[in-house]
């Protein structure tokens, strides 16, 4: 029965381990997309009278880069939902066990 506990104990830990790296690991996909976004307005603002390919890439860049941080910061908020859950459930399962 303790090496079950243990090995419950040790899984929940590197759980929320896991998730908290994903979670990093997605702000800094929301932070490279920021830099997508700002790379495509300032080719539509250089070359919006010019170059008619770098003005219509300017705009589709930004357009991709703000709906894919739109996406990455729906999973973050949904990410930190789930980590909450599985850190409130590790906390029942050590008041449980400490009884």
């Known amino acids: 029965m303790v090496h079950n506990l243990q090995a419950i104990d040790k899984g ?9 790296q994903m979670i990093r690991n997605l702000q800094r996909w929301q932070s490279f997309l920021s830099m997508l976004v700002g790379v495509g307005i300032v080719l539509t603002y250089l ?13 589709t860049c ?19 939902k789930n980590l909450d859950k599985v850190i409130d459930q590790y906390a029942k399962i050590n008041q449980v066990v400490s009884k």
């Open 12 to 20: 929940y830990k590197n759980e929320i381990i896991f998730q908290r």
């Open 62 to 80: 930004a357009t991709v880069g703000l709906l894919l941080i739109l996406a990455v910061g729906y999973a973050i908020y949904h990410g930190k």
């Open 47 to 59: 070359f919006r009278q010019h170059h008619l390919w770098l003005f219509v890439a300017g705009i």
